[in-house]
């Protein structure tokens, strides 16, 4: 079946230092979704990416959607103790369900 | 408040109880669906509903997992003699039909953390 895979699993980053994450599917998608998990909280959707090569801005936050539809990445510039949190990337399987992977944990140093 | 919601936040319970978990979806949203998240993991799907019918259960859930949503408003998840394996976040989430590409957006309830003794 298909996976979505996620790296790094942690990543830890000084504040006001960028970073990437990426998303990795097993087979192509016709889109792709990340959402934010915050401590202790529940998964909340930012964005959905559609077209092969698409790229998406939410102020610090690009998104980033591959060429193939087969991978995808979230980079961070000028990271804030706000984006503390897990991200993950998840990838429709048929009409309904998505596949998550295991998330991204970004933890900050101030 | 417009959002998911689920009850209980919290169950502590002991091996070889029943627990039940409650989700109310956005009122408008028609698809239901339930996801298990354990620690350092992405959501997992359990079940699917489309109005009241349940369309899908994951290979993931044994006989002892039950949903239903009669009506096609508020969904319940049981699980029967509960075993140390189960404990997890069991998360709710709704959508409507007519999304791109195969799957909607999901808007997840706060989810009910269910810890086995």
């Known amino acids: 079946g298909q996976q979505v895979m996620q790296i790094p699993q942690y990543q830890h980053v000084q504040e006001g230092e960028d970073f990437t994450t990426y998303c990795n599917s097993s087979t192509t998608l016709s889109n792709i979704q990340w959402y934010k998990q915050r401590p202790g909280g529940h998964p909340v959707f930012l964005i959905q990416l559609v077209k092969s090569g698409e790229v998406k801005k939410q102020k610090r936050l690009t998104f980033q959607f591959g060429e193939a539809k087969k991978n995808s990445s979230l980079h961070i510039t000028a990271t804030q103790t706000t984006d503390v949190g897990t991200y993950f990337c998840?990838?429709?399987?048929?009409?309904?369900?998505?596949?998550f992977g295991a998330g991204t944990t970004v933890t900050v140093r101030a | 408040d417009t959002g998911v919601s689920q009850d209980p936040r919290h169950k502590i319970t002991k091996r070889g109880q029943n627990v039940t978990f409650r989700c109310d979806p956005i009122?408008?949203?028609?698809?239901l669906y339930w996801y298990r998240q354990t620690l350092g993991q992405g959501p997992e799907f359990l079940t699917y509903f489309q109005n009241e019918a349940q369309l899908e259960k994951s290979r993931l859930l044994s006989d002892r997992f039950s949903a239903e949503r009669p009506k096609g408003s508020f969904s319940t998840l049981e699980i029967q003699r509960t075993e140390q394996g189960d404990s997890a976040m069991y998360l709710c989430a709704s959508d409507r039909t007519g999304g791109v590409g195969g799957a909607n957006v999901l808007t997840f309830g706060a989810g009910s953390r269910l810890t086995v003794l």
């Open positions: 009122s408008e949203h028609n698809r």
């Open positions: 998840a990838g429709p399987v048929g009409d309904y369900k998505l596949s």
